[in-house]
């Protein structure tokens, strides 16, 4: 048996079978019912183009045909049947997809990407995230090479990142008003990874993989000058501006992405200048990724965090400019130290104040409850105490008589008398008070 590489490709998504003529793309009549009739599953107002990443490999029908392995937007088989047809359904999470046997690479994919360590060899043409990295998955600390920053166009803020309280959804992106035919810029050197068409979002749209690990989106294009995996320069004309898409007017909508995962661009880039707030290393952290599908507002830091210098080309100086760079970056990094080591100093301190206060707190506390518990058990002997008292007497009521008393408090009359030093000749009054215990 014959083992072919093969090349599957998106030939279309289902969901825009019915808006295209049918000779367009020479489908079968099977083929174009099914896509019409799973249309609806596909319509999604925050949908972006599918893509093979997409693909549930355990509940799709690719296995029983063909040993196959992914590369990014890529599904290379090895074929096990020679009669391969032409064309695959393939079911998804999303629904069902349509790809086209290709028996050859396409005559432009490069092997090496941008940042490909980064993204583990990842390369899609067909989704703007097709990652799947959530931000625990990501160092807390990443170091980015802000350097060579060209602005992707003039013009003012018109929307920001952020939750938009009106559509009850984020917006992941800084839109800049243009006018429809404004010249678009690549934000850094890097190369095109998609050149896509969204109607229900982007509109014509560029996604650019940067050699610093940042991948930006460009929407709402009314032209595209690019072609996908195509290398450009920072600055270079990419496209230009319109309206396309969801959109309610000419502007840029541009995204700064790391991993997939949103960053607010206006941390980053100071649009009314035109320039980044600083220019050297930014150091990303995870309170500045917004991960797409969160369904509230959360706090969006409003401080940068510190950039680093860039370190000059040592290779080129000469001997005395190389002593005198060792000597400076020595003299850095003793005050870094010396800064640090005062910084771990004063947080010691504050940690053993905090427990000797934490202490005192505790020991004030208890001598409390062990004050509180002395007096109240003072209070329940003294009440005890005079309960006792009053049960030893008794206040003479109208009528009572010696004997009535007496046997009212178990006592003789004879005991009653001598404990109040009573004789026989003495008369009971009213309200008087008598003792009726030793």
Not at 182 to 189: N, R, T, V
Not at 211 to 239: C, M, P, R, W
Not at 340 to 354: T, W
Request: charged share 30%; with cysteine.
């Amino acid at each position: 048996m014959k083992q072919n590489l093969i090349i599957f490709s998106l030939l279309l998504p289902l969901a825009m079978m019915a808006a295209i003529p049918e000779d367009t793309i020479s489908l079968t009549a099977e083929e174009i019912a099914i896509g019409r009739l799973i249309e609806a599953e596909l319509a999604d107002d925050d949908a972006e183009p599918y893509s093979l990443d997409d693909i549930d490999e355990m509940g799709g029908v690719v296995g029983a045909l063909v040993a196959a392995y992914w590369k990014g937007d890529t599904l290379v088989v090895n074929s096990l049947k020679d009669d391969l047809p032409d064309r695959i359904f393939v079911q998804s999470i999303d629904g069902y997809l349509l790809y086209k046997v290709q028996r050859d690479l396409p005559p432009n994919m490069p092997k090496v990407h941008p940042a490909n360590d980064i993204y583990k060899g990842v390369w899609a043409n067909a989704r703007v995230n097709p990652y799947g990295y959530t931000v625990a998955q990501i160092p807390d600390t990443v170091l980015i090479d802000l350097t060579g920053f060209n602005r992707p166009c003039k013009g003012r803020v018109t929307s920001h990142f952020g939750w938009r309280p009106r559509f009850g959804r984020w917006h992941y992106g800084t839109d800049i008003g243009v006018r429809t035919g404004d010249k678009i810029h690549s934000a850094w050197a890097g190369q095109v990874r998609i050149c896509g068409w969204d109607p229900k979002g982007y509109g014509n749209y560029i996604v650019i993989r940067h050699d610093n690990g940042f991948e930006t989106v460009y929407g709402h294009l009314s032209k595209i000058n690019v072609q996908e995996n195509q290398g450009v320069k920072a600055g270079e004309v990419i496209g230009l501006g319109g309206s396309t898409g969801h959109s309610t007017g000419p502007h840029l909508h541009f995204e700064i992405r790391y991993l997939g995962i949103t960053i607010n661009p206006e941390l980053i880039v100071d649009f009314d200048r035109g320039d980044l707030h600083n220019d050297g290393i930014l150091h990303l952290t995870h309170k500045m990724l917004t991960p797409h599908g969160q369904k509230k507002p959360a706090p969006v830091p409003t401080q940068l965090p510190v950039v680093e210098e860039i370190l000059p080309d040592t290779t080129i100086m000469t001997p005395a400019q190389l002593d005198s760079f060792h000597i400076e970056q020595k003299a850095k990094a003793e005050l870094r130290a010396k800064e640090e080591a005062e910084r771990a100093e004063k947080a010691r301190k504050a940690e053993i104040a905090k427990k000797e206060a934490a202490e005192k707190a505790r020991k004030a506390a208890a001598e409390k409850a062990r004050k509180e518990a002395e007096a109240k058990k003072k209070a329940a002997e003294e009440a005890k105490r005079k309960a006792a008292e009053a049960a030893k007497w008794y206040v003479v009521k109208d009528g009572d008589s010696f004997w009535s008393i007496a046997s009212k408090k178990k006592i003789s009359v004879a005991e009653l008398k001598k404990l109040n030093g009573f004789t026989d000749k003495t008369v009971l009054h009213p309200g008087q008070k008598i003792r009726v215990k030793k």
